[in-house]
Nanobody, 117 residues
């Protein structure tokens, strides 16, 4: 089992920067990858960015946010981060952390990000 707790969401103005955190506990080293997804009202949950591999050294992100979003992993803290810059209203959503192996997938409860002036 893996437990995930997201934090760092909130209200931010367009053009602003936000860093989300996801603290992982439990069998995190059995997981192959850790991802960030987001879900806007009325839309399906969509992949944003993540870190892949046992060392979490391979960073990847969706084309729609490439250049603005970076995922990273701090092994000492067991935390995956999502740094988002140049935010715009289209980034408004609940952001979820996901830990995944070939056989299991775990989700956090999510953290709300609202981009508005």
């Amino acid at each position: 089992q893996v437990q995930l707790v997201e934090s760092g969401g909130g209200l931010v103005r367009p053009g602003g920067t936000l860093r989300l955190s996801c603290v992982a506990s439990g069998s995190i080293w059995d997981m192959d990858s850790m991802y960030w997804y987001r879900q806007a009202p009325g839309q399906q949950r969509a992949f944003v960015a993540g870190v892949h591999g046992r060392t979490r050294s391979n960073q990847l992100s969706h084309d729609s946010v490439k250049g603005r979003v970076t995922a990273s992993w701090d092994p000492a803290k067991g935390t995956v981060y999502l740094l988002m810059t140049d935010l715009n209203p289209a980034d408004t959503a609940v952001y979820f952390c996901n830990a995944r192996s070939t056989t299991d997938s775990f989700w956090g409860q999510g953290t709300q990000v609202t981009v508005s002036s």
